[in-house]
Structure formats: C-alpha cells, structure tokens
C-alpha cells in the first residue's frame, strides 16, 4: 500500500503552476474524498462488509451512498434521515473510531482507515445485539418525510373514530361506508381517510382530515381526485360523490364541502346538510374531538 497511489492525481495538479483558487479547489477535493473513504469505511465496519484491498478511494464500497438510495435520499443529509436506532449506532461507530483513532495515533490514510473500520466493528457488535432480541433489521428505508407522513397519519387515525361519531350522531342520515380507502391512480394512489353514504342526496361524501388549513393546492388536488373516483367508483343510481374537508385545528374545528366546478352547485343544491349545520352540531362535540 502507498498513500501516494490515493493522492497522485492531486499532487500532479498542483505542481502544474495552478492559480491560488485552482489549488484550494483541489485541496477541498482532496480531503473531502478522504473524509468521505473513512466515512465509508466506517459504515462497512457496521454492516459487516469488507473489501480486501483499499488502494484508492474509487475501490471503497460507497456505502454511504448505497444507504441514500435505500432510503430514497438524493441531496437530503442522511443522518437528518435516520431512525433514532440507526442514529444513536452511526453516533456510537462514530465515537469508536475516533477514540480508537486517538489512542492509535494513526500517521497514514490506511491506518486512518483500519481505526474507521474498528469503529464500525463496534457499532456492529451493538447491531447484530439488538437485531438478534428484536428479531428486526436495524437498517430502515424510512426517511423524514416518511416518519413526518406516519406521524400525521397516525394522529390522524386516533381522530378517525371521534369523527365518525361525531357524523353519525348529528343524524343527518350519514352511513359509514370505509375509511383509509387506497384509490390506484396515476401509477401511484391517494388516500381517502372516510366515505359516508348520505342517505337522502344518494351520494358518496368523501371525507379527508386536514390537520391545518388546507391550501388552494390541495383544494385543487383533492377535487381532481374526486373527479377521478367518481370515474371509476360511482355505483349506478348513485349521483356524483363530493369531497369534504374535516379541518382540525388549535384555533377551531370546521367542515368544509369540496365540489368539482363542472359539477356547477353548492352543497345544499345536492340535498347535502350545510356546512353552518355542522357547525351547530360542531359545538356540542368539541370535547369528543379535542386536538390529540
């Protein structure tokens, strides 16, 4: 092994008369590239994957990298998208090469790159642990948007039962049909987290919880939605079902009808109950439909 086989193609540079900003551009380069090998290194020792020679920073397993695309990750920061398990392991394979590394006092790239590996092997002890008492991967394809997603839908779904007691209780002659109904669409899907059947109109009423006002964008997004699933889903005898928007928030908790502008009507036009109606009944349920 020689050091110099990682750094040749720098070196040469340099010594080419480059101008100041040239070489500070090389130079950032440069320990960037060793930063990123040790980072590496130190995700094999975790992982438990070896190479046989580390030569030159083209011949290390981009794992970082790997482990981006495992999680769907492109410029977002990967430890900003970890799970707390995956989070404190990166920390303590982190910590373990850097104490190894100051008790060693490595003097070159490839001892540097031993004390990363040791660091991980730490890590991996920790791992295979708790993965052989949890019967579960460590490793997770969940990144923040995921965890932010589950996290709201989770809250979501302890408001779902609330909220169908509070639609049906108002006897306004509302039948519960389903709720988190996945509707294929667009090579991809959309949830509805409620249907009801109003009785009298003989229309599906499709029911989203919003968390916080809805924006125009997704006032727009949900009525070509419900264009879409009438398309598909409407039933005969049924009329056209519209959209409904259960909006629960800090300062108030309200009902709002979304209707597709072909359809050219307000919801009392269609023999559905008013949304100042709801409200009256809104007043009586607060307790049952507290912010969780």
Known sequence: ??????????????????????????????????????????????????????????????????YKQFKGLKKENLRDNMTNEELVLNMLAELSATSITKAKNPQTLKENAQCAQEGGNVAAVARRELESKTGKSIVSPLNARDYFTAQIDSKKEQLYLSIRNFILGTELLF????????????????????????????????????????????????????????????????ENAVGMFF?????????????????GKSAEDFGLPSPDIFDSFLQKSLADLRMI
């Open 1 to 66: 092994y020689n050091e110099n086989n990682v750094l040749k193609k720098y070196v040469s540079k340099l010594e080419k008369n480059l101008g100041v900003d040239d070489q500070m551009d090389n130079l950032r380069t440069l320990l960037a590239e060793k930063d990123q090998l040790l980072i590496n290194l130190t995700y094999q020792g975790q992982f438990d994957k070896k190479n046989k020679t580390v030569t030159k920073i083209d011949n290390v397993l981009n794992l970082a990298k790997e």
């Open 175 to 238: 039948g519960f049909s389903n709720e988190k109904v996945r509707v294929p669409y667009k090579n991809s899907y959309f949830i509805i987290d409620q249907i009801y059947y109003h009785i009298p109109s003989k229309r599906n009423v499709l029911l989203n919880i919003y968390l916080k006002n809805p924006t125009a964008a997704q006032k727009e997004k949900f009525k070509e939605q419900i264009l879409f699933y009438n398309n598909k889903n409407k039933r005969d005898g049924d």
């Open 247 to 263: 909006i629960i928030t800090e300062k108030k908790i309200s009902v709002e009808y979304v209707i597709p502008y072909n359809f």
